[in-house]
């Protein structure tokens, strides 16, 4: 047995990933490099590249490969347990996938694409003018073609789940409300307890590109970034893509006035890169396969926030980096000065720039309110008082303008409603990860009390890579995001690690001031 | 009429340029940002695009496109002459290319691929071990497949001149020969001329990179670039390319000791780069059509010369820029200082750091070999020896090793042969232009004697770029490089202008030592 079609279809996915990987070469050229004058271009490019990836992905030749490697699969005598597993579950994602793009008729894909591109355009004009009623119209819109998609999906999920299928893989509303219930009831109290305590701000004082760039390299060089397999460029918004087995890109950007946005967007971008320089790249499962891909966008979430909050916003290491930040100028005389610039905790309006104790609050609005709009009428039109109520409530801030406020995001303006919940869960799975790294990590041998500090004292970060690698990036899409974190921390994923975690912090910041 | 043939067979133009500036992208990318690691992985995206491109340029639907636009153009009743004989011009053109891909077999295209893979990797080899004797039997078979692919092209005209058409359309050898001897016949002796007058030398001091890349963004602002359509990068060899209808690209680099490297390289780069800005885009035309490019790379090299040797290497511009250069930390206390740093006039071994007096020599004896390799017989065992003899006789000077003799330019190992000429005719073709555009503006009512010189003095290149856009840029490829200099010069292309620039200029400049 030579498993011929399973080396057919792996050419066959090969080849789409080629496609996809030019698509995504001239995303992160558009978003680096590229003159404004050329967008309309590149628009054309993008489209003929996407229309060629969707001719592949929906073809009579794939479908037939993959009905007849699942055939040849279950003929296959010299394969053992695990290999054939892993086949298997490749296949049953590829089948999956398939499906989805199958059952969508071709008026809904063409109506969906310019609905978004509508919708974004629109969006860009009302948060300019900070007059929502430009927008809603086409959120409307939106709202309306996602659940017309998903009933074409016919998936036994509700409306809102089968939209977030694509970033959480099984993710259900039940589940989603066990895990965020803790933090509805213990986020707005802890925010409570910390107004009272005066906060160090870093207003005031900047950083100059240069040195900022400065930082950045040192961080990354101090991380073990392999330059030949790695590029860093600068873009309005940073992000982490990656072109090829062996091409990881990352980009970040200097922003007036806040001295840390590009150094902590730069540790976080790296976590996002790590993991994906960690997923499985033997043969057969090499970049086109499923097993070779992110599980889940929660999971990836986890990686770049273990990097930007265990360790570039950990005392520990404001205690080893101080001296080059106060080298280019920051005002920090030692670790803890540093530490508490680092480590703001203010409630504010804006999602992105919110602190980790807050940044939840932000999530659990989205997450309801994009349910409600999905599946429970919520109407367009009582958006913003909706937004502008629970902000209240639960951050005790009030937007002045829908700008600030329900029209912050980008997300709901490109039809994206399902990945919102992926940014905490992301949190959540970083708690609990930490703790297992922890435990793991005392009974291999670290004596400390604190062995990820005791690490990142040592400047020894290697040894935390090597963790997430051998337990969490090597999976691939082997198992779902919850099954991951079961295997490799021995419990069920939950609040309490992350709760734990911020109280902690609270404690040590408070009694710090 | 509608002309329904004519615009989808725009469509399908748009289509495969779209996927060609896609290929360019890449090739962008992967020379100016790309980790070293990711080759592999791009070479694969490279050839599948190459193989998608190569698809569409010989499909039946293109060639019944062209022959059924052919068809519909003679039935045209609403056309103008001029429109109908544009369209007939991009038709001939389109026809033409699609013969020469149809008539080469498929076997000699992978042989050919395949043994320009093997040259490349092998004269890098050769060229650091300074080993002729391991590049020369993979020059052989480049060789043998070069002349196997004229013989089927099939043309009217001898092997050289057949390889060298898709560089300069309709060069017979016989014309070359009329442009270039009285080269052969004068530069010797020029050169001679000047040995004994001293030069002054750039030795001994340097600028650093953020000096140098200042000088550059000085140069390319106050020559009226444009930032919406244009970007700038870093690359190990400096060039310039076009990525969309408002997308150029151009790249040069900071070379150790050599202050000024960078500084003619981008002003270099950018003559390219105004060329094809200047290409025509009205709608029918734009981009994918034959009129819409370059009609040669002689033009094309007019252009890049003009502006690095008629305008910043001109006295004039120095007497401009001295200060900025100054100011950056290079020795110069005025224009004179700074010009004849820029102009150095020391006969060397290499091409590409030639000054303009003996760059000519090196284009000749390359000529002269790859006529004798393709067409004469010689041995490709005893090319090292006719070097190196020629180098003697028509400069006076012998490498130490092929590495510095045969081995130096990069052409031969890719199997280019027919594409040196187009160097030294370019020199030819921008001081003819040159000569014209003083005419020009002369009578267009500029008083002074040196009307290029009043408009650099006074920073209005802007009336060069004008007078270039208008005469030169916007034929694009209506008409052969020969035709386009009769057209615009009233003469047919010569040696004399050139001539007398080198004669006036060598003797500015040892009036001036």
Redesign the interface.
């Known amino acids: 047995m030579t498993s011929t079609i399973w080396l057919r279809l792996g050419k066959y996915l090969r ?1 789409t990933q ?2 996809g ?2 698509h995504s ?2 995303y ?2 558009q978003n ?7 967008s ?3 628009g ?2 993008l489209s ?2 996407a229309k060629l990836l969707h001719s592949r992905q929906t073809s009579h030749e794939f479908e037939d490969l993959i009905i007849e490697a699942s055939t040849e699969l279950e003929e296959e005598t010299f394969l053992d347990i695990t290999e054939i597993s892993e086949r298997k579950r490749n296949l049953d994602l590829l089948q999956l996938e398939f499906n989805r793009q199958k059952r969508l008729d071709s008026k809904l894909v063409v109506d969906l694409t310019t609905a978004k591109t509508n919708g974004y355009a629109l969006w860009q004009e009302a948060k300019l003018n900070k007059d929502y009623e430009r927008f809603a119209p086409a959120l409307k819109k939106l709202i309306e073609l996602r659940q017309e998609q998903a009933r074409q999906l016919d998936e036994p999920r509700s409306c809102w789940e089968t939209l977030a299928q694509p970033f959480e893989p099984d993710l259900t509303i039940k589940r989603l409300n066990e895990l965020f219930n803790p933090l509805r009831d213990s986020l707005p109290s802890l925010i409570n307890e910390l107004k009272p305590c005066s906060q160090m701000k870093s207003g005031g004082w900047d950083l100059d590109k240069r040195s900022q760039h400065n930082l950045c390299e040192r961080l990354l060089n101090e991380w073990g970034r ?6 860093l ?1 600068r873009s309005p918004h940073p992000f982490s893509i990656t ?7 990352l980009t970040s950007r200097v922003v007036k006035g806040q001295p840390f946005s590009c150094f902590l967007a730069t540790a976080h971008e790296w976590g996002h890169s790590l993991y994906e320089q960690g997923l499985p790249s033997q043969s057969h499962q090499w970049f086109g396969w499923p097993l070779g891909q992110a599980t889940s966008m929660a999971v990836h979430e986890s990686q770049s926030l273990f990097w930007e909050n265990r360790v570039a916003r950990s005392r520990d290491f404001s205690n080893r980096f101080w001296k080059y930040f106060a080298y280019e100028g920051a005002p920090v005389g030692n670790g803890l000065d540093l530490w508490r610039l680092l480590n703001p905790l203010v409630p504010g309006l804006n999602r992105v720039e919110a602190d980790e104790l807050s940044y939840g609050v932000h999530i659990l609005i989205r997450t309801d309110l994009e349910i409600a709009l999905l599946e429970e009428d919520l109407d367009v039109w009582d958006l913003p008082n909706e937004w502008n109520k629970r902000y209240k409530e639960l951050l005790g801030v009030t937007p002045s303008n829908d700008a600030e406020g329900c029209l912050q995001d980008v997300h709901w303006s490109e039809g994206a409603f399902g990945y919102f919940p992926s940014y905490l869960l992301g949190h959540l799975i970083s708690a609990q990860l930490s703790e297992a790294m922890a435990i793991s990590l005392k009974s291999e041998g670290t004596t400390s009390e604190d062995p990820l500090g005791q690490c990142i004292r040592d400047g020894n970060e290697a040894k935390l890579l090597k963790w997430l690698r051998k337990k969490v990036h090597v999976y691939g899409r082997k198992v779902n995001a919850e099954k991951l974190v079961k295997e490799v921390t021995g419990k069920a994923l939950s609040s309490h690690a992350f709760l734990n975690y911020l109280e902690k912090k609270l404690e040590m910041l408070t009694s710090s001031s």
Chains 1, 2 share one sequence.
């Open positions: 080849d080629l496609l990987s030019i070469t001239l992160w050229d680096t490099v590229m003159p404004s004058g050329a309309s271009w590149r054309e490019q003929l590249l392999d330059e030949n397999i790695t590029s460029g072109l090829g087995p062996r091409d990881f890109r």
